[in-house]
């Protein structure tokens, strides 16, 4: 397990219900934000999967992605 300096846990990987899983490639940034599709406040990791830049937040241990459209 990797520990952040912040003494958080780092995601890895996004695994949706259907059990398709994507590896993160990197994760860019970690701050306290609001969801601007769903609504909600908690720690939104702005990551990179493949090629592209999505958000993934955790909110009271209920991790989510912002979808895109």
């Given at each position: 397990i990797r520990e952040s300096p912040e003494g958080g846990?780092?995601?890895l990987d996004i695994t949706y219900k259907e059990g398709i899983a994507y590896?993160?490639?990197r994760l860019k940034q970690?701050?306290?934000a609001h969801?601007?599709?769903v609504g909600g406040t908690g720690i939104r990791y702005t990551?990179?999967?493949g090629?592209?830049?999505t958000y993934l937040f955790e909110?009271?241990?209920k991790w989510y992605v912002?979808?895109?459209v």
């Open positions: 846990i780092p995601p590896e993160i490639d970690r701050c306290r969801a601007t599709k990551i990179v999967v090629n592209k830049e909110d009271e241990g912002e979808g895109k």
